[in-house]
């Protein structure tokens, strides 16, 4: 037992190795773990005390736990076993894929990557781009939402900016989960999107055991109280109008709950922007047969570093008025009573119908329309009909506004400026008509075959 034994150094050095690897594993992580998790802890509770709803224990455990529940969701478990049977695989094989689509889908929710990066970033982009407005159809009924029901904010969808611009501006109230949809999924930034508490969703999967993983994790953060964003037009609007909404998240919330469980309370958030940032990107595919929204990475790159260098320059303006109004509320539980035979469907439009009325005055869009009415208006005639379509929302710094808008337009040659008229010029008349289609509020009706269509899953 005392004698000496000669090693070879590569040996003994694999030796220490391994044994303070065991060593951290067993003593030195669990302890490292436990101190950083007790800190989190307090750092969440603080930040509690000041959101007006609290960040809830699910969007808080454990990724693999999240995960673990999923794949033993007695729902999953009878999709695993109907997939074996229809497609003739193992049970077991069924099962990892149910696990693949589950590590696909949950997030890893970090409250410091969300309020100490995210937030600041949301903020940091929003005003370096826009003069930010919020407004309220009735702040009382948005204040007096019941504060333990599930609040889901349904935004339409004009930018990619909506992500970052709602992040900012809903940040005292909570942390959002949104669904983001395959873009997304591009290493780093799928780490940081999945770290700011935000799902993947496939667009389009024929694949019912992928559907069910899908409506069981939006059942499972409904129900613990998660707040929620969604755009159920599914995508950027190409024309500038309201789409027809996608009935597939909708209605896994709606099946996920139940009258005697948790209220789940839908807030209406309508967005306009001055100018839209992929303007000329989303009017370019409108025209395409396959209406595919396309932005290359170089053609990002390039705009990014013209902009950061007129900011240099001291050239940089921006780009007009972001405006977003939070509409009127609508709880599930008292709309269910009234709509039993059709839910789904009749949310769907009442949502898309309360966006609409929410939609707030924006000065660009607004000159745009009227451009597109009259052909050509002097530029006092235009500035009296904005200003008085603006009402009260615009109230302080309305003429410049407005001003700001019609320049742009200029600017942009959009519309020619003549003696004191303006008209269009006719170079970009499919800008024009985008920016004044995004003052219509008409809908299209949803009729039985559309929400038939509609009910695959709604992407963002």
């Known amino acids: 037992m005392t004698r000496t034994v000669e090693l070879p150094l590569w040996l003994f050095v694999l030796i220490l190795a391994f044994a303070a690897i065991t060593f951290a594993s067993h003593f030195l992580f669990p302890s490292v773990r436990w101190f950083f998790r007790r800190r ?10 000041r959101l007006q709803r609290p960040i809830q224990p699910f969007k808080l455990a454990g990724r693999h736990d999240m995960i673990q529940r999923l794949i033993y969701d007695p ?19 069924a099962s990892e894929q149910a696990q693949r ?15 100490s990066f995210a937030i600041r970033l949301a903020r ?26 599930t609040v889901v904010f349904v935004m339409n969808h004009r930018s990619n900016m909506d992500y970052v611009l709602v992040t900012y501006l809903a940040a005292s109230r909570s942390a959002l989960s949104y669904a983001v949809g395959e873009w997304a999924r591009v290493w780093p930034l799928s780490r940081l999107i999945r770290a700011m508490g935000a799902y993947f969703i496939r667009r389009k ?19 613990a109280g998660v707040t929620q964003a969604m755009f159920p037009e599914g995508g950027l609007s190409l ?63 390039r705009w990014s570093v013209k902009q950061l260098w007129r900011r240099l320059i001291g050239r940089y303006k921006r780009f007009g008025l972001a405006s977003v109004r939070y509409g009127m509320p609508i709880s599930l539980n008292s709309f269910r009573k009234e709509h039993e035979r059709d ?50 929302e615009l109230m302080e710094g309305a003429e ?10 200029v600017d942009r040659r959009l519309v020619v400026r003549e003696r004191g008229m303006l008209r269009p010029s006719g170079q970009r008349s499919d800008l024009l008509a985008y920016y004044a289609a995004s003052t219509s509020t008409l809908l299209q009706p949803i009729d039985a075959a559309d929400a038939k269509d509609n009910s695959a899953i709604a992407g963002s």
């Open 124 to 149: 940091l982009l929003s005003n370096a781009f826009y003069n930010v407005r919020l407004t309220y159809q009735d702040e009382a009924a948005i204040n007096s939402i019941d504060p333990d029901a």
């Open 101 to 115: 689509y589950a590590r696909e889908i949950v997030p890893s929710f970090s409250a410091f990557a969300y309020f």
């Open 239 to 301: 024309t500038g109008k309201l789409g027809r909404p996608k009935l597939g998240l909708l209605k896994y919330i709606i099946d996920g709950t139940g009258p005697e469980g948790r209220d789940v309370v839908f807030v209406p958030v309508a967005l306009n922007y001055d100018r839209v940032l992929e303007d000329t990107i989303l009017t370019a595919a409108a025209k395409d047969s396959d209406r595919r929204f396309r932005a290359r990475i170089g053609v990002v790159t």
């Open 75 to 93: 729902r999953v478990s009878k999709a695993v076993q109907k997939h074996a049977i229809d497609t003739g695989v193992p049970e077991a094989v």
């Open 343 to 392: 839910l789904t469907t009749d949310l769907a439009r009442e949502l898309m119908q309360r966006i609409a009325s929410a939609l707030p005055f924006v000065p660009l869009p607004a000159a745009c329309r009227v451009l597109e009415q009259h052909g050509a208006i002097s530029e006092d005639d235009l500035k009296t009909q904005l200003l008085i379509m603006a009402g009260d």
């Open 400 to 409: 410049v506004a407005v001003q700001d808008g019609i320049d742009q337009l």
């Open 205 to 223: 999967s024929g694949s019912d055991l992928y559907r069910q993983v899908l409506a069981s994790y939006v059942s499972h953060a409904t129900q």
């Open 40 to 49: 989190l802890e307090r750092a969440v509770a603080r930040l509690n005390e």
